[in-house]
């Protein structure tokens, strides 16, 4: 089986995972990942000044990073939301304010319009299917974070990249492209996990 083919059972299997996941524990993780993102305050430069963080409007069972996003909000944090701008191209990030009006982006996602200003991030929190202990991630099988991450990558050495899971979404080894990019943390509400390729 290539490794096209193993995602694709993946993605069945993780999406069943996450979708078990309660209601109680749903609430606790998002007390815990507020927690967690606070703790990596400093290592993300989220300490002392302004930062720009990507977010995510959450879908489907996805975690809920919005308790995040405010709180980063109030501590005087610029938040950008992911837009998608096609099937092959990366994604573009639009300035996020709680009085946003959000649009429908595709594929079930939603996006601040045009009229929010484009701005580049220095740290991306990121969804996650499923993930293994080597910093790799699933997705919904788009590549739009692999794009976006190897641009942006190639242009600022020292982007931050934190994908954000339920514990239960671990699994032993995620099958990888090429094209597939290494998060530089995975956050979940049991544990912080720290990889190799984070900026020093």
């Given at each position: 089986?290539?490794?096209?083919?193993?995602?694709?059972?993946?993605?069945?299997?993780?999406?069943?995972?996450?979708?078990?996941?309660?209601?109680?524990?749903?609430?606790?993780?998002?007390?815990?990942?507020?927690?967690?993102?606070?703790?990596?305050?400093?290592?993300?430069?989220?300490?002392?000044?302004?930062?720009?963080?990507?977010?995510?409007?959450?879908?489907?069972?996805?975690?809920?990073?919005?308790?995040?996003?405010?709180?980063?909000?109030?501590?005087?944090?610029?938040?950008?939301?992911?837009?998608?701008?096609?099937?092959?191209?990366?994604?573009?990030?639009?300035?996020?304010?709680?009085?946003?009006?959000?649009?429908?982006?595709?594929?079930?996602?939603?996006?601040?319009?045009?009229?929010?200003?484009?701005?580049?991030?220095?740290?991306?929190?990121?969804?996650?299917l499923a993930f293994?202990?080597?910093?790799?991630?699933?997705?919904?099988?788009?590549?739009?974070?692999?794009?976006?991450?190897?641009?942006?990558?190639?242009?600022?050495?020292?982007?931050?990249?934190?994908?954000?899971?339920?514990?239960?979404q671990c699994v032993?080894?995620?099958?990888?492209?090429?094209?597939?990019?290494?998060?530089?943390?995975?956050?979940?509400?049991?544990?912080?996990?720290?990889?190799?390729?984070?900026?020093?």
């Open positions: 089986m290539n490794n096209n083919k193993q995602k694709a059972e993946f993605r069945k299997i993780a999406k069943k995972i996450r979708a078990k996941v309660t209601n109680d524990e749903r609430l606790k993780c998002k007390e815990e990942l507020v927690a967690s993102i606070q703790q990596l305050a400093p290592v993300l430069g989220l300490t002392g000044k302004k930062t720009s963080i990507s977010a995510y409007w959450p879908i489907a069972d996805e975690i809920d990073v919005r308790p995040i996003m405010f709180s980063l909000v109030e501590r005087g944090h610029l938040i950008l939301l992911p837009v998608i701008q096609g099937p092959a191209a990366p994604l573009l990030f639009r300035e996020w304010t709680p009085g946003t009006k959000l649009f429908d982006g595709g594929y079930g996602t939603s996006a601040p319009g045009p009229d929010s200003e484009e701005r580049v991030p220095s740290v991306l929190l990121i969804p996650v293994d202990n080597t910093g790799f991630r699933l997705g919904y099988g788009g590549g739009f974070y692999d794009r976006t991450l190897h641009m942006l990558r190639v242009k600022r050495p020292k982007i931050v990249s934190v994908g954000v899971a339920f514990e239960s032993d080894k995620i099958p990888v492209n090429e094209h597939d990019e290494r998060l530089d943390f995975i956050v979940t509400e049991a544990q912080v996990r720290r990889f190799s390729n984070e900026p020093s």
